[in-house]
C-alpha cells in the first residue's frame, strides 16, 4: 500500500486545547481508521522556551507517587528497564550518566537542558543514533534518555516496520515550530507502525518520533492547581490495588516544569 492511501485510513477529532500554564497545554482526540473510531490519545504540548525537562531514576514507585515527590505538572514514563530497574538505555539526569554508555538496539534519544543553555542547541530535541553518532560523556545536554524504535525522522521517514504487536504506547515528538508533544494512548490499539503512520498523517506537524516504554508502563499524569489527568483513564482506579501497584511501578520518568527564569 502507498504512503498516501495509508495517510489516507486516518484521521482524528479537532485538538481543543486547554492551557495548563504557559506553553502547556493538553487534549484528547478521538483517533479514527476508515472513519470508525478506534482508539483516544492524550496529549501534552510542550514550549521548551517557557518549560524545563528533567529526567528521574531510583527504586520504582506508582506516577502518581513520583508526581507527589518531584512537583511537576506534567509526569510520564520514560524508556526500557530491566526486572531489576536498571535502565537499558543511556539515562542522563542532571549531568549524571545512568545505564549502559552503548546499547546498538537504542535508535534515538530526548535530550534536553543544554549546559549553558548555548543559543546555538535547542532547548529540546531527539536525536537520530543511526545517523549521529554521540560520546555520551561529552553530550552538551544535561538531561536525556534513550529509547527505541524511531518511529520517524526528519527526513519523514516511518523507520519501524509492521509487526501486529499492539500495545499501549506512550510517544514523544518534537514538532516542526520547536514544541516537544508527548502521546499516550487511551486503548492498547496501536502497533508501532500505526502509530508512526498516524502520526504522520496527523494534524499536528510532527518532525520527529520516539516511542519510548510500553504496556503496563506506558503513562502519563497531569496535576495543576485546577486540573488532574490519569492516562489510559482506566488505569487509575487500578494504581490503587497493591497487586497491581507493582506492575505499574517506574524506576525512570521525565518530568516538565515551568521555567523560573
Excluded at 12 to 26: A, D, I, K, M, V
Excluded at 197 to 205: E, G, I, Q, R
Excluded at 249 to 255: K, Q, R
Aim: charged content about 25%; hydrophobic content about 40%; proline content about 7%.
Amino acid at each position: 500500500m502507498s504512503w498516501q492511501a495509508q495517510a489516507q485510513e486516518w484521521s482524528h477529532s479537532s485538538p481543543q486545547w486547554r492551557t495548563l500554564s504557559r506553553g502547556l497545554t493538553f487534549t484528547e482526540i478521538q483517533v479514527y481508521r476508515d472513519q470508525k473510531l478506534v482508539s483516544s490519545l492524550a496529549v501534552v504540548k510542550i514550549d521548551p522556551a517557557f518549560n524545563a525537562f528533567r529526567v528521574f531514576h531510583h527504586e520504582p514507585q506508582s506516577i502518581t507517587a513520583w508526581q507527589k515527590e518531584i512537583k511537576a505538572p506534567v509526569v510520564f514514563n520514560a524508556s526500557y528497564f530491566t526486572p531489576k530497574g536498571k535502565p537499558v538505555g543511556l539515562v542522563l539526569m542532571d549531568g549524571k550518566l545512568v545505564g549502559p554508555l552503548k546499547n546498538t538496539k537504542m535508535r534515538g534519544m530526548f535530550v534536553a537542558e543544554p549546559q549553558g543553555m548555548s543559543p546555538d542547541l535547542p532547548r529540546a530535541t531527539i536525536l537520530d543514533l543511526v545517523g549521529t553518532k554521540i560520546n555520551p560523556k561529552k553530550l552538551p545536554w544535561k538531561q536525556g534518555v534513550q529509547s527505541f524504535p524511531l518511529l520517524l525522522d526528519y527526513k519523514g521517514r516511518i523507520r519501524v516496520r509492521e509487526s501486529g504487536k499492539r500495545s499501549y504506547r506512550t510517544v514523544i515528538t518534537a514538532d516542526r515550530n520547536g514544541n516537544i508533544l508527548v502521546f499516550n494512548t487511551g486503548e492498547d490499539y496501536f502497533t508501532l507502525h500505526e502509530m508512526a503512520t498516524f502520526l504522520k498523517a496527523s494534524s499536528f506537524d510532527i518532525d520527529s518520533a520516539l516511542n519510548l516504554d510500553g504496556g503496563t508502563e506506558a503513562q502519563m499524569y497531569i496535576k495543576t492547581k485546577d486540573f488532574e489527568f490519569f492516562s489510559p483513564p482506566s488505569w487509575k482506579s487500578r494504581l490503587g490495588n497493591l497487586l497491581d501497584r507493582e506492575r505499574f511501578s517506574l524506576p525512570t520518568v521525565i518530568g516538565v516544569f515551568p521555567r523560573q527564569n
